[in-house]
């Protein structure tokens, strides 16, 4: 027991909240020397009224509910004095018993009522008016809950909390121990939140050997999980090899055979089709090559091609109120001719003109048309822009969380005669491949983005590799409209990609500015003093709304992380309201947060901004306003959500804001690249400030993406547009439709 902490045990008298979820429990315990029951919170896996409670922790005073025990550790043991157990049969906590029934038990039995229930349930018959279903339906719920108490102890003895015990067994069911005991290492594969490390531990305390085959096939499988959240889909085996053995140490002698037993069961696949083999996780081996295949048979299937006279485009200019440049003009050509076609180009170069325009093309041929995105944000743009419904990539697939796919697929494709993606550059391979299999042969396919905007968050450079494949029409928009060239914004951007040190704005009505500091003390304090006051008065902003403060990193004193802490306290300090703790983080009314996934039932998007309006810590839930629509979140929700008074500039990938802060210094060097602060120059609108030293701006623009992505679409599009085979169809991985 830790200094300081001390250990109480008691019987659980009400169970005030409980979340089967994260074990998060409010409870009301009788303690032998307390005159009334006293609180206690914490995490258990399982617990009822009646039950034995031991907990370590501390006794603290919360200002709204007064004196509390705060455990760290809490054990609940099923009860042993008769009316302990009426009590706990009768809390509702096990079907088809309630406080009538277990008291008609508990007569008949008394203090060997559990006992009973766990060896001759046949016994309940004699209690009048049970019936023989009910009967088995007592049964079935006590083995559940006896099941899921086992699992709760027998992780707790190796070291994971009640939280991970409701999610595994959730996962699991009634075979959860049997599982991990036979192989405890596919918690790592299994389980949201547990990786290698923590299932290795699992594994060493249940006597698993270091040079056990399954732990060796679990640490490659690890490293290539790891790789793809870097962004690679495969990954060349030899680095595979040393760098699993650095980072898990599992020797290279016990690797090379487990390798070996993967690409015979098939869950890794070796590709020979470069220069060296690479090693792939088998969906995402299968994902790169169908999605070349197809991409290359929707290529290659005959669709009508539209003749653009000079008076159709006049009269789609005339229709739209736009005039388009000649590079829109070719671009605009490109669709009317072929099935797939890639649009890209930087801002103020009219993407959005010419996606216009293309919506208007689509009319006059009676097209039908889907416009989708791969965030909620980029969608709504998309459809503001357009005039037409625009939606999320998962939201077009008809995802299903029930079954966690897509509904959308080969077998049932989607209707529509041309699909145009915005925003490609943040679309990873998994999710395109999803879509493209769904689009039906003979439609046409538009990519639109920024190929020098930062890759995917996922696996996979897809928009970079459609264009470096040389197989797919692409149409590049390089020249800045008059309008545009006038923002310093805009210049700022452009100057990056020609590797030059972006010009801060002349006189204090532009709109790109350096306001430089050394320390991050005054880096904070600027940033501060700018989201605060500067930037509200002078342009008329909202400081919490309009201004989204950015950075290159999580951590370090001006990552995401420590500017949260330190903004929040400015805009939304302590004000005597309900607060809620949770993931490391202290909840409260104001804050401003940022969805980071997708949640169809609440109609939530990944990117989507909301302020919290109130807080009910009785059942520990928040409530989130999303532009004028508030959307509840039970405790157990709240990994979806995070603070968003200052975010990482790979989270801002595909939203807009009307004034941007960008926190650059050196101390951020592993991340000061071009295409990094390029992206976040971009989110800005009508403001734009770094805040920072000169000399990380400078690194930043002298440095081109440091880490190359080991992918091979371009390769497979290059490859597979010249086999006939796959133009015919023959090795289609989706077959007709």
Not at 293 to 302: I, S
Not at 708 to 729: C, F, M, N, P, W
Request: aromatic share 6%; proline share 5%; hydrophobic share 40%.
């Amino acid at each position: 027991m830790e200094l300081g902490q001390e250990q109480i045990d008691g019987m659980v008298d009400r169970v005030t909240f409980h979340n089967p979820a994260n074990g998060y429990a409010v409870l009301r315990v009788i303690l032998p020397r307390e005159k009334e029951p006293v609180v206690v919170v914490g995490v258990a896996g399982t617990v009822c009224p009646g039950e034995k409670l031991r907990a370590r922790g501390t006794w603290t005073v919360d200002p709204r509910h007064g004196r509390q025990f705060k455990a760290d550790h809490i054990t609940c043991l099923p009860p042993t004095s008769a009316q302990a157990i009426e009590r706990f049969l009768g809390s509702g906590m096990i079907k088809g018993l309630g406080p009538g029934f277990a008291k008609r038990i508990v007569d008949a039995f008394g203090d060997k009522t559990l006992e009973i229930l766990d060896q001759s349930p046949s016994h309940l018959r004699q209690i009048k008016g049970l019936s023989k279903d009910r009967i088995g339906l007592i049964r079935d719920s006590w083995i559940q809950m006896k099941t899921v108490r086992e699992l709760v102890v027998f992780l707790q003895e190796h070291g994971l909390g009640p939280a991970r015990a409701m999610r595994i067994h959730k996962t699991y069911g009634e075979d959860a121990l049997r599982l991990i005991r036979d192989n405890p290492y596919r918690l790592a594969t299994d389980i949201q939140g547990i990786g290698f490390l923590t299932a290795d531990s699992v594994a060493r305390s249940l006597g698993i050997p270091e040079d056990s085959p399954l732990r060796a096939r679990a640490a490659l499988r690890h490293t290539l999980l790891e790789l793809t959240g870097e962004g690679h889909t495969g990954f060349p085996e030899e680095q595979l090899i040393g760098q699993t053995s650095g980072t898990t140490q599992v020797p290279e002698v016990t690797l090379i055979p487990a390798l070996k037993e993967c690409l015979l069961d098939g869950s890794l696949i070796r590709d020979t089709t470069g220069h060296e083999p690479w090693i792939y996780l088998k969906e995402l081996h299968t994902a790169e090559e169908d999605l070349a295949k197809r991409l290359v048979r929707l290529q290659a299937q005959p669709v009508r091609k539209v003749e653009l006279s000079d008076l159709a485009l006049a009269e789609i200019e005339g229709r739209t109120g736009l005039s388009l440049a000649s590079g829109q003009m070719i671009a605009l050509k490109l669709v009317a001719e072929n099935p797939v076609v890639v649009i890209t180009g930087g801002p103020g170069v009219g993407k959005t003109t010419l996606v216009r325009a293309i919506v208007e093309l689509s009319r006059r041929m009676g097209w039908r048309v889907v416009l989708g995105a791969p965030t909620g944000r980029a969608s709504r743009r998309l459809s503001e822009a357009t005039g037409l419904p625009a939606k999320t990539l998962h939201r077009i697939l008809e995802f299903d969380p029930a079954i966690g796919t897509f509904r959308k697929n080969h077998t049932d494709p989607l209707n529509g005669d041309l699909f145009l993606i915005d925003e490609t550059s943040m679309v990873d391979l998994p999710l395109m491949d999803a879509m493209i299999k769904s689009v039906p042969l003979g439609a046409r396919v538009v990519f639109v983005g920024d190929v020098d905007q930062l890759p995917s968050v996922g696996p996979g450079s897809v928009l970079s590799d459609l264009i470096e494949s040389r197989v797919l029409p692409v149409g590049r928009l390089t020249e800045i409209f008059r309008q545009a060239r006038e923002s310093r914004i805009v210049q700022a951007a452009h100057s990056l990609l020609e590797g030059m040190l972006p010009e801060t704005s002349p006189t204090a009505d532009g709109d790109f500015f350096l306001v430089e500091a050394q320390t991050s003390e005054e880096i904070q304090a600027r940033i501060i003093a700018l989201a605060t006051d500067r930037i509200p008065k002078k342009f008329g902003l909202n400081p919490v709304r309009d201004i989204q403060v950015l950075t290159p990193m999580n951590k370090n004193d001006l990552g995401s992380k420590a500017l949260n802490v330190a903004l929040r306290d400015v805009f939304n300090p302590p004000n005597g309201q309900d607060e809620l703790e949770r993931l490391g983080w202290v909840w409260r009314v104001g804050d401003k947060i940022i969805q980071t996934e997708n949640n169809y039932q609440k109609n939530v998007f990944n990117g989507d901004l909301g302020i919290i309006v109130s807080i009910d810590t009785k059942d520990a839930q928040i409530s989130v306003e999303f532009e004028g629509r508030v959307v509840e979140y039970e405790a157990s929700e709240l990994d979806e959500l995070s603070p968003a008074w200052a975010m990482t500039v790979h989270k801002s990938q595909g939203s807009e804001y009307p004034a941007v802060l960008i926190v650059l210094h050196t101390q951020h060097f592993p991340m000061l690249q071009r295409n990094l602060v390029y992206t976040a120059i971009t989110r800005g609108k009508k403001l734009v400030v770094v805040v920072g030293n000169r000399r990380a701006l400078m690194l930043a623009t002298e440095r081109m993406q440091s880490r190359q992505r080991y992918t091979a679409l371009a390769r497979r599009i290059k490859s597979y547009s010249s086999d006939r085979e796959v133009l015919t169809g023959v090795k289609d991985p989706y077959g007709d439709n």
